[in-house]
Every structure is written in structure tokens, then in C-alpha cells.
């Protein structure tokens, strides 16, 4: 679909006389609906999958489970379970300093671009940071990555080795200067399908048996997530990656770039073959797993729902996830267990009409086979809003 489809006729000026086309919340939703690989399913191996969206969120270890089995056909949980197994994909901190799971190679490049943000979060957003006064950093970085090297360790097993060298300090602090500044990786059984366990740490390094590599530039990650998320403004990279700095870098692209505005004038950046179907193109439901990239990983969030339907699912209890209709959160799922069998509960944040209803169905029927194959009874429940 050529990108002109995709763009209203209105335009935009910017600074400089540049005129940009202005693409409005469909439009912006299918081209993130379409990278992100929800717009329909699509045949690739998860490796690549996570690749190709920079990785997937991974707080909640099954969590990557349900994101690959809403974008790829013929999902097999037990291939990602491989790779995690296989050293072939690890869980780590990097953007936002928050648990994704990454492939190898991503592992080793993506960290040493991110580790600004960790730094910053162990100093600025956390309790621990403080509470490292007097003590020489580089030496505690040495003697917590040999003890993690010797011998894997949960967090409270690293904190108190680490406190027994410094008897003055608190020992999860110690443990947490570490982990924000060392390429830790969580290793299996973590994360694996239904099985999982403690978070048992190691170095990146030690693990995949590979140094991190030396390039820190954000440059490259700029251009992975304009071709995963955008268009997207510099804001929007921002609130992604947590790095900060990021217009120097835009600037210094541009000339690579296409930009375009939203409808609120806000310049946006993209890649120059990043496609954007048509604003009409229809858009199946899909279920994600909570804190799932594709409604994380902008500052505006205007492009995956509305404020009436973000206000009301934000009085939703904790453990309801997003569902997507006609490519916007519009409600939330939850599965729970009876005696007689499993239930998704499905809770719109409006009326759905008989055509959604049954698309809603037949995707949870999807969800259902992945959580709950082998079920005596399952079930389904939609409770239709006031």
C-alpha cells in the first residue's frame, strides 16, 4: 500500500518551510499494528520475531508466550522455551531498565547502549543508589560478577556475599549496584514454559560466553525502533528506551529519515521503508500479555485507544491484560481456574457488535489453546459494560 494511503490530505509546517503530510490515530495504529506484528499473524521463527520488535517485555516470565502467539502462525511455545534454554535468547534489563527477553546477539549489543539508563535509575529513581556512599564502585562490580560467574545466585543470595565484604552496608543495596550495573541475565528455569522458577543471576558474559559489544552509539537502535514503532516522535523514543540525548541523534539521521506530523502538529520520524497500510485496513482482535511493548513503547499513546477506554481499564484490578479490538485496547482478559475447568472473562470497555463478538471468541478460543490445552472444560465469558 503506497505510505500516501496512510496520510489524510491535510498537512503541516514545520520549521524551515518543510510541509508534512499528517497521518491521523488510524492511520498511526495500522503502521504499528502492521511492525509490531498484529495487524495478521505472520510466519516467522520466534527468534527473528523478537528481533524484529526489539524485544519483548518479559516482567512476567510466560508473558513472552502469549505476545509471540497473538503475532506469529502456528506459535510453538516450546521453540521459545528452546532458545531460552539453548542460550540462544535471555532475559535481561535494558530499555526502560525493565526484564525484556532478547535474543543473544541483541543481549550483546543493545545493553551497552542502555546502560545510561540503569546508571541513571540506580542514582535517581531508586533507593539503593544513596545508600552505596563509600563504597568503591568498581570494586564492587568486580566481586559481585566473580561471585556470580563462580556460582549463579538469586538477588538475596548475591546480597549477603556481597554484604559479608561490606559488613557497613546494606546488603541489598550492594546487590542492586551490581545488577543495575553489570549485564546480568536471568537463566533458565526462569522463563520457561510452564515451567519458570527463582530469578537465578549470572553475567551476560559468563552465560552466552561472549563479551558485550564495544559500540555504544544509539544510533542503530534509533533506526530498529522507528522501523518497529513508527513513525514516532523523539518523545516517543524517549519514553521507549529511557535514554535521553536522543534529538542529537534524530538530528543527525534526519537526512536518512522521512517525517511526517500527527494531528496535534508533533513532528514525527521514520524509516524510509517503513510501511503503512491503509488506515482502513481491518484488524482482527488479539489478546496481549500485560505490559506488552506495543502500548508502552510510545509517549503518545493516543494511536492504541482512547482516553475513555485507557481511563476505564485503569480501574481494572491487578491481572487483567489488553485486548485489542479493531486494533485498540478496548478491553481487558483474565483467566481463572474452576474446579470444572478454565475461563477467560473478557470485559470490553464498550458495546461489542455481533461481528466482534464472534472475532472476540475465536481469538480467545486461539488464547485458550496456547494457556489451557488441555482443559476438561473451557469457557469463555464476555461481560458486556454498562
Not at 494511503?5 to 499494528?33: D, F, I, M
Not at 487483567?320 to 473478557?346: E, N
Amino acid at each position: 500500500m503506497p505510505a500516501a494511503a496512510a496520510s489524510s490530505v491535510a498537512t503541516v509546517g514545520h520549521p524551515g518551510g518543510v510541509v508534512a503530510k499528517v497521518l491521523g490515530q488510524r492511520a498511526l495504529n495500522r503502521a504499528l499494528l502492521h511492525r509490531q506484528l498484529l495487524l495478521c499473524r505472520v510466519q516467522m521463527a520466534p527468534a527473528k520475531a523478537i528481533e524484529h520488535v526489539v524485544g519483548l517485555q518479559a516482567q512476567l516470565p510466560q508473558a513472552p508466550y502469549v505476545a509471540l502467539c497473538s503475532r506469529l502462525d502456528g506459535f510453538d511455545p516450546d521453540e521459545l522455551s528452546t532458545l531460552i534454554s539453548d542460550r540462544e535468547a535471555v532475559r535481561i534489563a535494558v530499555m526502560r531498565a525493565t526484564v525484556h527477553l532478547l535474543t543473544a546477539r541483541d543481549c550483546l549489543a543493545l545493553r551497552p547502549v542502555v546502560q545510561p539508563v540503569l546508571t541513571r535509575t540506580l542514582y535517581s529513581s531508586s533507593p539503593y543508589g544513596r545508600k552505596l556512599e563509600g563504597v568503591d564502585v568498581d570494586e564492587l562490580l568486580a566481586g559481585g560478577r566473580a561471585l556470580l560467574v563462580a556460582q549463579p545466585r538469586t538477588n538475596s543470595e548475591l546480597a549477603a556475599a556481597l554484604h559479608e565484604r561490606w559488613p557497613d552496608h546494606d546488603a541489598q543495596s550492594l546487590a542492586y549496584g551490581v545488577h543495575y550495573l553489570s549485564p546480568l541475565v536471568q537463566i533458565p528455569p526462569r522463563g520457561l514454559w510452564r515451567r519458570s522458577g527463582r530469578a537465578v543471576l549470572t553475567t551476560a558474559p559468563a552465560w552466552l560466553g561472549r563479551e558485550l559489544d564495544a559500540d555504544t552509539s544509539a544510533d542503530s537502535l534509533v533506526l530498529r525502533y522507528l522501523a518497529a514503532f513508527g513513525p514516532a516522535s523523539v518523545a516517543d523514543i524517549r519514553n521507549w528506551s529511557g535514554l535521553t540525548g536522543l534529538r542529537e541523534v534524530v538530528e543527525r539521521l534526519r537526512p536518512e529519515l522521512r517525517t511526517f506530523a500527527d494531528e496535534r502538529g508533533r513532528e514525527l520520524f521514520d524509516v524510509p521503508d517503513g510501511p503503512l497500510p491503509d488506515p482502513d485496513t481491518p484488524a482482527e482482535p488479539r489478546f496481549l500479555p500485560e505490559y506488552d511493548n506495543f502500548f508502552l513503547g510510545h509517549d503518545d499513546r493516543s494511536r492504541v485507544g482512547d482516553d475513555q477506554d485507557r481511563v476505564r481499564l485503569s480501574r481494572s484490578t491487578i491481572g487483567w491484560q489488553p485486548v485489542l479490538i479493531d486494533g485498540f485496547i478496548r478491553g481487558a482478559w483474565k483467566i481463572t481456574t474452576q474446579r470444572w475447568g478454565t475461563v477467560l472473562r473478557i470485559e470490553p470497555t464498550r458495546a461489542l457488535s455481533t461481528y466482534d463478538t464472534a472475532a472476540v471468541e475465536a481469538e480467545g478460543a486461539t488464547l485458550l489453546d496456547l494457556i489451557a490445552p488441555t482443559a476438561e472444560r473451557r469457557d469463555i465469558q464476555i461481560t458486556v459494560p454498562d
